[in-house]
């Protein structure tokens, strides 16, 4: 139910002014009092007062002036775009990715850890918290989220279970911030790479499209009309237990034909369980280095068959799921998404299962992001939260710096 307000809430339409004025900066800044005013149709006064009150707060800052022939020349205002920064982690196969960002999306420090399953997690993102927090004012992190596969309890911040690892019940962010009041949250990871792609990725000229993501289990993330679809409770995208085949292989949720029964590599250990050379891809609980993993495919010498396999359950997933959103693109990401030739034949055999009322079918393509599109996804979260996400029309325009390769580098530096 909508939320009534009093119209006469000063306070509340003061917050509102706000909002708009930081919005149009954000957008189409650096400007002036007078064109903010023109822009907002909002009174020079009330501009003036709302930016006095972000200029004390360092959220906005003078830039110069306006250039002008004649008379006086107006100052520019624009957002001060270190004056707070956004912390996104992310759990990416057996490692812990984390980001510092500033309200622009640039990344300021980055930390990579490995985890095993005999480590408590927890530290883990402790220990990354912490790196990233040092060298930066606590009170000025608008936001600290994390994105993980699992189950999730996103009310109480909690990851209930996660598939192969053996925790329960982890709290995010746990103590770390007990005496620090940074708001902190949860997301799913294949939801979070979508909205990653969708801001700093391959997603920034679609309205609606969906995000695949192939890894110890399969998923799905759908933006429509730029929002992440989540559903009444939270699990919309969760495609890996679609059913493929209502006859088929034993999934391990109980059912029967799953398409992650196929697909994921998981399932591919299993199949190649007989033959795989190296004896780590033999016990499919540490199954989690994606490199090594297709290596271990190619050495097998039954790649095309696995591949002709995986290719033919995906793209079944696949048309079913452009069936229900009707997007303008598939983003699929994971295991295979260097396999071109995979890639090619995922894509037309998606088409030939779509119907022929479709004529311009949506392209089938690797993502910009790869593995860091989930700790992207965060920082997007963070900054919407905050008032702080960019309109589409202007990232067209410029792109936010998010750099990838960036957070390799940092993550080296450090060590
Ligand atoms: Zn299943």
Redesign the pocket.
Known sequence: MMKQRPTGDLQYVQRMNRRLILETLLNQGPMSKIDISRTTTLSPTTVGNAITELQSENLVQEVGKVASPLGRRPTLLDIQWNSRSAIGLAVVDNKVVGVRTNVAASIQKASIHEFSVDRDITKIFQMVIEELLSGVDATTVIGIGLATPGVLDRQLGEIETIANFPWRHLKFPGSILKDRAIPSFIENDTNAAALGEAYFGRGRQMNSFCYVHVGTGVGAGVIVDRHIMLGSRGYAGEI??MTVDRHGTK?????SG????YVSWRAIAEFLKDEVVHPRYKDLENVIDRGGFLKAVYESGRKNEVFANVADMLSTGIAALISMVDPEMVIVEGIYEKCDHFMKQVEEQTHFRLTNIVHDKPKIVTGELGEFASVAGIIAMILERNGFLRSQESLLASPYDFQVAQIQEYAVAMQ
């Open positions: 890996g237990h999934c391990r949720c109980g059912n799953c398409l992650e029964a």
